[in-house]
């Protein structure tokens, strides 16, 4: 549960009796600028959420492109995020936060990154959080081609929430050969968001490869972060190595801008 400010607004910051922290890669902590947290306060609570889950630097990725466009473009991000970490260290909440986007498909995304429109997570130029919508299933293999002759790589955001991919999963299996990463929500594989996009959600933890974990939160009660619980669950599953390559060594990875590491695939898959 998150800490109310005090009376001199700071909160008191707790981290989980464990030395292991997470990089949160996909998050909708800045506030006013999509379906995430309002206002600043809830966005605060939602930073001090991701402490006490055990996440020590989160990538803010605000919506981009599908019905946000015209908004939230780059600059927008990046100045939010700057007036959130001076929140946060005024506060004494222990929380890094770094510029992103959850960028909807569109054939336009190589010319809107060349113009700063949009952002890659953690603004290193590398890695581009690219989300599908949600009831339709789009062949978009010539642009994971296209953007990886630029150096850069697509992480398919939350592949089990689109209703195709989450009762055919196999149908990214195309896209993962061509090159592309995989992002699952933590509360996907707690079985938050139904029977099928978790049966779909493990498919690709335990399949393994370029697999990434992180929360998808949007808030601190409605959406938490769920990166210590997911964690458990995959080590309990899958062993320690798959744990950690999912959610600690990969997105950290990612934030670095370095090259993934190939999750092990659980021997039952």
């Known amino acids: 549960m998150s800490q109310p400010p005090s009376s001199e607004g700071t909160y008191e910051a707790h981290r989980p009796p464990t030395n292991e922290r997470f990089v949160d890669i996909h998050c909708h902590c800045l506030s006013g600028m999509d379906d995430g947290p309002q206002t600043m306060q809830a966005s605060l609570a939602l930073c001090q959420s991701l402490v006490e889950d055990g996440v020590d630097t989160v ?21 939010a995020v700057s007036g959130l970490q001076t929140q946060l260290h005024e506060r004494n ?5 770094l510029p992103g986007g959850d960028v909807r498909l569109e054939i336009d995304i190589p010319r809107f990154l060349d113009s700063d429109v949009i952002l890659t997570l953690a603004d290193g130029g590398k890695y581009l959080l690219l989300e599908l919508p949600h009831d339709v299933i789009v062949d978009f293999s010539l642009m994971i081609r296209s953007l990886s002759g630029s150096g850069r790589q697509v992480i398919l955001s939350h592949p089990e929430r689109n209703d195709v991919l989450c009762r055919q999963p196999e149908l990214a299996d195309g896209w993962v050969r061509l090159g592309m990463a995989v992002q699952v929500t933590a509360g996907a594989l707690l079985g938050e968001c139904g029977r099928r996009s978790q049966d779909a959600a493990w498919r690709w ?20 972060p769920r ?31 370095n090259e993934l590491t190939i999750l092990p695939r659980c021997p039952s898959s």
């Open 93 to 97: 909440i222990p929380l890094r936060v």
């Open 227 to 257: 990166m210590r619980a997911a964690y458990d669950a995959i080590r309990s599953r899958n062993g320690d190595a798959a744990a950690r390559g999912a959610c600690i060594e990969n997105p950290s990875r990612v934030a670095a801008g």
């Open 59 to 79: 990538i803010a990725t605000p919506h981009q492109l599908g019905r946000y466009a015209g908004t939230n473009h780059s600059s927008a991000v990046r100045d």
């Open 205 to 224: 933890v335990d399949g393994g490869g370029h697999v990434l974990v992180a929360s998808d939160a949007h808030d601190a009660h409605r959406r938490p």
